[in-house]
Nanobody
Framework: QVQLVESGGGLVQPGGSLRLSCAAS?????????MGWYRQAPGKQREMVVY???????NFADSVKGRFAMSRDDAASTVYLQLNSLKSEDTAVYYC?????????WGQGTQVTVSA
């Protein structure tokens, strides 16, 4: 199993920044093939923000390219999402995701609200 715990969400003004963290734990940590961040805004479907494969390759949604950055600390089993130049449309619950060969895991989500 893999457990994922997000943190770092909050209220920020347009143009501001936040950093989200996702700490991974569990017996299948060494089976993780990719990790990523998704978000779900009110009344909308969950969408991919960015994911990173085991070899470090990243894929970003067009809406966040140039503004968001994903990084990881393997020693701490933690991935991060740096959110810059935030817009009101970035308001959503942000979820951490991990994939092994056979299973998919989700965190509980952290709320990001962009408002003046």
């Amino acid at each position: 199993q893999v457990q994922l715990v997000e943190s770092g969400g909050g209220l920020v003004q347009p143009g501001g920044s936040l950093r989200l963290s996702c700490a991974a734990s569990g017996s299948l940590l060494n089976r993780i093939q990719a990790m990523g961040w998704y978000r779900q805004a009110p009344g909308k479907q969950r969408e991919m923000v960015v994911y990173m494969t085991k070899d470090g390759s990243q894929n970003f949604a067009d809406s966040v390219k140039g503004r968001f950055a994903m990084s990881r600390d393997d020693a701490a089993s933690t991935v991060y999402l740096q959110l810059n130049s935030l817009k009101s449309e970035d308001t959503a619950v942000y979820y951490c995701n991990a994939n092994t060969d056979h299973s998919e895991y989700w965190g509980q989500g952290t709320q990001v609200t962009v408002s003046a």
